[in-house]
């Protein structure tokens, strides 16, 4: 990949200090500095998987993605580091598949990739016009793509995706607008034209946000089946049978509610212990620098074996 491309996708991953740190103090005769394998689990641009790398000079991490392009342009910005890192394409819900490495420490940023909102081609984004696709594995046969959702689907189905996913107050009358348009939805701008055509004014003025955001983001969770992932991965990452350390960076109160259940249920199950009794949030200067961390929440948990 050329170097302008990784100018332009280069990003400050989000808590990258709070992530550092709970690695540094986690105390397990399993994963001492010299002995940490690391699973970056969501590896998008490479940001984690850099910092690791450049901070524990002795570990080795493997990195995990849905997205083809992702897995390469990680591979071309960490290929100084020779070996120490390798990527797999894969989802992270197949951990089960390819967990002979005896990770200590595993990472998920359950949030969407720069690099995949900023091309317009794969539609994710609201603010460029590009085909309604938003799939993160392009090359799955087996999903829709977001236009073929809101063609496919009912309104009281459409309605039950922007609500669950979105939290849209106003998904009964959007999935409405939406099956009952008589302009075919091909873009996500044909999209958002009919959001901004549907909601009041007024309503718009006092969002606080762009008007779409809630859709979209409810779109994108379906298209990629992403809490039923979530659901998978953490069933597997329950069966590890070493001391390790779990770390997810979430940014949707669902995901965060589901994570929060799981790591309260292990620690019932005398699996091991939270780290983190509430959720660790951004620092202001940190959301100052970056506006997409204003809701992430950090939850870890400490696996402890024998």
Same mark, same amino acid.
């Given at each position: 990949?050329?170097?302008?491309? $990784? =100018?332009? %996708?280069?990003?400050?991953? &989000?808590?990258?200090?709070?992530?550092?740190?709970?690695?540094? @103090? +986690? !105390?397990?005769?399993?994963?001492?500095?010299?002995?940490?394998?690391?699973?970056?689990?969501?590896?998008?641009?490479?940001?984690?998987?850099?910092?690791? $790398? =450049?901070? %524990?000079?002795?570990?080795? &991490?493997?990195?995990?993605?849905?997205?083809?392009?992702?897995? @390469? +342009? !990680?591979?071309?910005?960490?290929?100084?580091?020779?070996?120490?890192?390798?990527?797999?394409?894969?989802?992270?819900?197949?951990?089960?598949?390819?967990?002979?490495?005896? %990770?200590?420490?595993?990472?998920?940023?359950?949030?969407?990739?720069?690099?995949?909102?900023?091309?317009?081609?794969?539609?994710?984004?609201?603010?460029?016009?590009?085909?309604?696709?938003?799939?993160?594995?392009?090359?799955?046969?087996?999903?829709l793509t977001a236009r073929e959702v809101?063609?496919?689907?009912?309104?009281?189905?459409?309605?039950?995706?922007?609500?669950?996913?979105?939290?849209?107050?106003?998904?009964?009358?959007?999935?409405?607008?939406?099956?009952?348009?008589?302009?075919?939805?091909?873009?996500?701008?044909?999209?958002?034209?009919?959001?901004?055509?549907?909601?009041?004014?007024?309503?718009?003025?006092?969002?606080?946000?762009?008007?779409?955001?809630?859709?979209?983001?409810?779109?994108?969770?379906?298209?990629?089946?992403?809490?039923?992932?979530?659901?998978?991965?953490?069933?597997?990452?329950?069966?590890?049978?070493?001391?390790?350390?779990?770390?997810?960076?979430?940014?949707?109160?669902?995901?965060?509610?589901?994570?929060?259940?799981?790591?309260?249920?292990?620690?019932?199950?005398?699996?091991?212990?939270?780290?983190?009794?509430?959720?660790?949030?951004?620092?202001?200067?940190?959301?100052?620098?970056?506006?997409?961390?204003?809701?992430?929440?950090?939850?870890?948990?400490?696996?402890?074996?024998?």
């Amino acid at each position: 990949m050329k170097g302008r491309e $990784l =100018k332009i %996708f280069s990003h400050e991953p &989000v808590m990258l200090n709070e992530v550092l740190d709970l690695i540094k @103090n +986690f !105390s397990s005769p399993a994963c001492s500095a010299d002995r940490l394998n690391i699973l970056d689990g969501t590896l998008g641009l490479g940001g984690y998987s850099e910092a690791f $790398l =450049k901070n %524990f000079p002795d570990c080795r &991490v493997i990195g995990l993605d849905r997205d083809e392009r992702a897995i @390469n +342009f !990680s591979l071309e910005r960490l290929k100084n580091f020779g070996d120490r890192f390798s990527a797999r394409h894969a989802n992270f819900s197949e951990i089960a598949a390819i967990n002979n490495e005896d %990770f200590n420490v595993y990472v998920f940023d359950l949030g969407v990739s720069n690099m995949q909102i900023s091309d317009p081609e794969r539609g994710f984004s609201f603010q460029n016009d590009g085909p309604l696709d938003m799939r993160m594995n392009t090359n799955d046969e087996n999903l829709l793509t977001a236009r073929e959702v809101l063609e496919n689907y009912d309104e009281k189905f459409l309605a039950k995706i922007f609500w669950d996913y979105g939290e849209e107050k106003f998904s009964r009358q959007i999935a409405s607008a939406i099956k009952k348009s008589k302009t075919e939805l091909k873009t996500t701008g044909d999209l958002v034209n009919l959001i901004r055509e549907t909601l009041p004014q007024p309503v718009q003025r006092k969002m606080g946000t762009h008007p779409a955001r809630r859709v979209f983001q409810a779109l994108r969770i379906f298209v990629n089946n992403e809490m039923q992932e979530l659901e998978n991965l953490l069933k597997s990452l329950g069966g590890i049978k070493n001391n390790a350390l779990i770390i997810f960076v979430a940014y949707h109160s669902l995901e965060d509610r589901i994570i929060k259940k799981t790591f309260r249920q292990w620690q019932t199950d005398d699996k091991g212990k939270i780290l983190t009794k509430h959720p660790m949030t951004p620092a202001e200067n940190e959301i100052e620098k970056n506006y997409k961390a204003r809701s992430a929440k950090l939850r870890a948990f400490s696996i402890i074996r024998g």
